[in-house]
């Protein structure tokens, strides 16, 4: 009986070190997924969003729907729910733009200024040494929505089309 009892503690110990497959999809990715299958690229986003007595058109509203689908918190500019990361940065420093965009996680918004006047917004899916790949509207064609966008560092300065000159990072303060 306790050889018994033994070899059963031995193998559930030796079982518990097995690692298991974990799925390495996160909630935020999960629930992106469902927002492309809603929106997906090459679709065309013509509503207007209403978040708490605040309206978006365009690329805000993509971004405040996709935000309030992801994290239950839509992000609305100058409203205390979304934290920004790193530093507002140039748009012409390509340097500090890679390194703010390394700090950056996949559902945060991109948010592109031309001093103080909003030119453009987008959802972060990742980024390498060429640019970022962004989920997007109303960039080029009117309400047109791009999935893995693709922006290369060296096409800045024209980042956006209404010359936007600076550019901040914002994260869901409930992100995890």
Aim: glycine share 8%; proline share 3%.
């Amino acid at each position: 009986m306790k050889n018994t009892i033994g070899k059963i503690i031995l193998i559930v110990g030796i079982l518990c070190l097995i690692p298991l497959p974990v799925n390495a999809k996160t909630i935020v990715e999960k629930r992106l997924e469902e927002v492309v299958k809603e929106y997906p690229d090459k679709s065309v986003m013509n509503n207007l969003v209403w978040v708490n007595g605040t309206e978006g058109g365009g690329c805000n509203a993509l971004v405040m729907y996709t935000t309030l689908k992801v994290f239950h918190n839509a992000y609305v500019p100058g409203v205390n729910t979304f934290s920004q990361i790193g530093k507002t940065t140039s748009t012409r420093n390509v340097s500090d733009m890679k390194k703010l965009f390394k700090k950056a996680k996949i559902g945060d918004v991109i948010r592109w200024r031309n001093g103080y006047t909003d030119s453009h917004f987008a959802i972060y899916l990742s980024s390498n040494k060429s640019g970022v790949y962004l989920y997007e509207c109303n960039f080029g064609k009117k309400n047109k929505v791009w999935y893995k966008h693709f922006w290369a560092w060296n096409n800045m300065k024209t980042w956006p089309s209404n010359g936007a000159n600076k550019v901040n990072v914002y994260r869901s303060k409930n992100y995890n």
